[in-house]
């Protein structure tokens, strides 16, 4: 069975374009996880959906960042307007249900907002 | 909420030498516990995990992990180091649906 797939892997984009990176989930898990990881802060979570339902955003850094989940086998995670503080590795990871809570993740999308 | 600090951001071992990762946690309930390890350019992924029962956990490529409720800690050990085991690791605790991670230890292994 394929992993969670991610795209781009890479993106270099110049300071106020939009992105999009989007994700698909493993098939048949529920739970799907949007990760931002960096040097200075490590990994956080910046929101996460149940059953495409978003649960907890409370991570997203800014009005800049959405996400959706418009079905079970896709999500995307937009920044408009892009700032280099945005540069990152941007993982989407996901679960079946959380009763163990391990969680499978992509190999992330590289962001370089120059 | 829950927490986890892990001690030491970076920890180098020769090549055969014991590994061990700290990892100690806050949790006012009984914690779900968590290591993953990432390598260079890639995603995270589980070594082994505590839910329950046995508080010796054994994971992938020799790695176990010991859950002490006294001692609130979670560390991660390797008898044997193996070049193979360069990366990050990184402990998490489980808060309702999503996972805590502490800010990851590098490790790296001397020849």
């Known amino acids: 069975d394929a992993g969670v797939i991610q795209s781009p892997r890479h993106e270099v984009t110049e300071m106020g374009q939009e992105v999009t990176l989007r994700c698909k989930p493993i098939?048949?898990?529920?739970?799907l996880f949007w990760y931002r990881q960096t040097m200075m802060r490590g990994l956080e979570l910046l929101i996460y959906?149940?059953?495409?339902?978003?649960?907890?955003d409370s991570g997203m850094p800014e009005d800049r960042f959405s996400a959706k989940m418009p079905n079970a086998s896709f999500s995307t995670l937009k920044i408009q307007p892009s700032e280099p503080r945005d540069s990152a590795v941007y993982f989407c990871?996901?679960?079946?249900?959380?009763?163990?809570?391990?969680?499978?993740f992509g190999e992330g999308s590289r962001l370089t907002v120059l | 909420a829950q927490s986890v600090t892990q001690l030491g951001s970076h920890v180098s071992v020769s090549e055969g030498a014991l590994v061990l990762l700290r990892c100690n946690y806050s949790?006012?309930?009984?914690?779900?516990l968590f290591w993953y390890v990432q390598y260079p350019n890639q995603g995270l992924q589980l070594l082994l995990k505590?839910?329950?029962?046995?508080?010796l956990v054994k994971g992938i490529n020799g790695f176990e992990a010991e859950f002490k409720k006294s001692e609130t800690s979670f560390h991660l050990t390797k008898p044997s180091a193996h070049m193979s085991d360069a990366a990050e690791y990184f402990c998490?605790?489980?808060?309702?649906?999503?996972?805590?991670f502490g800010q990851g230890t590098e490790l790296s292994v001397k020849p």
């Open positions: 098939s048949g898990h529920d739970y």
């Open positions: 990871a996901s679960s079946f249900r959380t009763n163990t809570g391990e969680l499978f």
């Open positions: 949790s006012s309930v009984p914690p779900y």
């Open positions: 505590y839910t329950t029962g046995a508080t």
């Open positions: 998490a605790v489980r808060q309702g649906g999503k996972l805590i």
């Open positions: 959906f149940n059953n495409n339902v978003p649960i907890d």
